[in-house]
Nanobody, 122 residues
Framework: QVQLVESGGGLVQAGGSLRLSCAAS????????MGWYRQAPGKQRELVAT???????DYADSVNGRFTISRDNAKNTVLLQMNSLKPEDTAVYYC????????????????WGQGTQVTVSS
């Protein structure tokens, strides 16, 4: 069964850095776009950054220039390097990916990780 597992969240002071990692596991034929979303208390889930299989990236305006998304296609992983963190970056961060499982239906399905908490103190 395909699943996404995030790691790397935690508590950091404003101005600090964290790196989130997400690994896709299971029987996987192919992964298309991967990305990170976040949801703060009382707010809707929002896109943080995405990356295509060939490395094209897109960022939310609020994180552009501070966060960097990258991926390792050989390891089925996606990373989010977060620098110059602000208290408003506090949220649960979710990994997302379009995955084509082996032996299943012949198309991509969208998967979510369980989320990892990021807390930035002022």
């Amino acid at each position: 069964q395909v699943q996404l597992v995030e790691s790397g969240g935690g508590l950091v002071q404003a101005g600090g850095s964290l790196r989130l990692s997400c690994a896709a596991s299971g029987s996987i034929f192919s992964i298309n776009a991967m990305g990170w979303y976040r949801q703060a208390p009382g707010k809707q889930r929002e896109l943080v950054a995405t990356i295509t299989r060939d490395g094209t990236t897109d960022y939310a305006d609020s994180v552009n220039g501070r966060f960097t998304i990258s991926r390792d296609n050989a390891k089925n992983t996606v990373l989010l390097q977060m620098n110059s963190l602000k208290p408003e970056d506090t949220a649960v961060y979710y990994c997302n990916a379009d995955i084509w499982p082996r032996g299943g239906s012949n198309f991509y399905s969208n998967y979510w990780g369980q989320g990892t908490q990021v807390t930035v103190s002022s």
